[in-house]
């Protein structure tokens, strides 16, 4: 009976190390397309604020030793060598702690996180140039175009920028202009004039502007929200397959009394 629940167990621990490495996978994953995006709000952060890309490395090089402490804890089970097993639950114990140390340092940083996104944006707003290629420029003109919102708080804080006021006709942020819902979804870049025949006076008035009114902060906010709610959704899955790889990994290996290396697999 005693070798069934030996049997039972080893077979368990090998299957939530399986699922483990893959969701270690995930986890890079979720590193490498915060460094990749070039067409969305990540991308005009990533640019902006170092802490980002920090962050993006460490997703990174969690997630490289997630997959490596999931392959040890497959090897350790299925051939029932205790120095891995030991070895595995230690580095688990210690990705335990530090995912639960980044966890607590995020949540009280948040409106740290959010004060340096609305300075961000307003700093790109202040120095946006037209016909200029930047992809800077262009992470944010397809943020307010596929959020269909203009500016931060609202769209006057496109007022800001002097290349943009100086005009003497009606021009507006392309990226902001108001279109119907059957419309194409091609983001323009840049600053527009719109048509207007009947107009006698020299200056560019925002409230002439055909834009969205909305500032882009809520939505945003409600898109970093929801995608890093998958990312702690992801890792909190990881944190219950650790503990419990932690305590299949101690059965085990309380069970395994003796050392056969001949079964770890030589390559």
């Known amino acids: 009976m005693g070798s069934a629940c030996i049997k039972v167990t080893k077979y368990f621990l090998f299957l939530f190390n399986l699922l ?11 590193g490498v397309w915060i460094l990749a995006d070039r067409s969305s709000f990540i991308f005009v952060l990533q640019n902006s604020s170092s802490s980002l890309n920090v962050g993006a490395y460490v997703f990174i090089g969690v997630g490289a030793v997630t997959m490596l402490m999931g392959f040890l804890g497959c090897v350790g089970a299925v051939n029932e060598v205790r120095c ?4 595995y639950f230690a580095f688990l114990f210690l990705i335990l702690i530090t995912q639960v140390a980044a966890g ?25 140039k037209d016909d200029q290629e930047d992809r800077l420029q262009e992470g944010w003109d ?4 596929q959020g269909q919102c203009c500016g931060w708080i609202s769209f006057y804080n496109w007022t800001e920028n002097a290349e943009l ?28 004039q719109a048509p207007d025949a009947n107009r006698t006076e020299s200056i560019n008035s925002p409230e002439d502007w055909p834009v969205y009114r909305e500032g882009c902060m809520e939505k945003v906010q409600m898109w970093l929200q929801d995608n890093l709610g998958v990312i702690l959704g992801v890792c909190v899955g990881v944190a219950v397959i650790e503990v419990l790889g932690m305590l299949l ?19």
């Open 20 to 30: 483990f490495f893959i969701l270690g996978a995930v986890i890079l994953g979720f």
């Open 84 to 87: 891995l097993l030991g070895l």
């Open 104 to 128: 607590v340092l995020f949540y009280f940083n948040m409106d740290k996180v959010k004060q340096e996104m609305g300075s961000i944006v307003i700093k790109l707003i202040q120095n946006y």
């Open 142 to 145: 397809y943020v307010q175009a």
């Open 165 to 192: 006021m100086n005009r003497t006709n009606i021009t507006y942020p392309c990226s902001c202009e108001e279109k119907a819902e059957n419309d194409s979804h091609l983001v323009r870049k840049g600053f527009c």
């Open 249 to 267: 990994s101690i059965c085990l290996c309380r069970h395994v009394h003796s050392e056969d290396y001949s079964k770890v697999p030589k390559y």
